[in-house]
């Protein structure tokens, strides 16, 4: 953040305004420098508004939102560009990366709600 960027000056006693212009300068960097296009379009669904919602949803059974401990585990791999998988040769003869991204987008694998 260069010291220019002050935020306006009736609202330069709040912090979650300061707190903007860092974070906002933060997400510029890491979007410049995103090594894929993979990467850079992870970084852009993570900042969108209320895409983290689905982390704060109760985990109520009965009516279908309570994900599995592997489903976490994925989903917030996903999310966080982490390995969710060791590589292997999906059964479309296709590789699958250490991301397993390849099983969102496969025609042979299991339907996707």
Do not use: Y
């Amino acid at each position: 953040m260069s010291i220019a960027a002050k935020p306006a000056t009736e609202r330069q006693h709040i912090q979650k305004a300061w707190d903007g212009l860092v974070a906002k300068t933060h997400e510029t960097q890491l979007l410049s420098e995103a090594s894929s296009e993979t990467d850079r379009a992870r970084l852009l669904e993570a900042s969108s508004t209320h895409s983290g919602d689905w982390l704060h949803a109760a985990p109520i059974v009965s009516i279908g939102l309570r994900l599995s401990d592997e489903a976490t585990r994925i989903a917030v791999a996903h999310r966080l560009g982490c390995r969710s998988c060791e590589s292997h040769v999906c059964v479309c003869d296709k590789t699958v990366n250490t991301r397993g991204l390849h099983g969102l987008v496969c025609h042979r694998s299991a339907s996707r709600q």
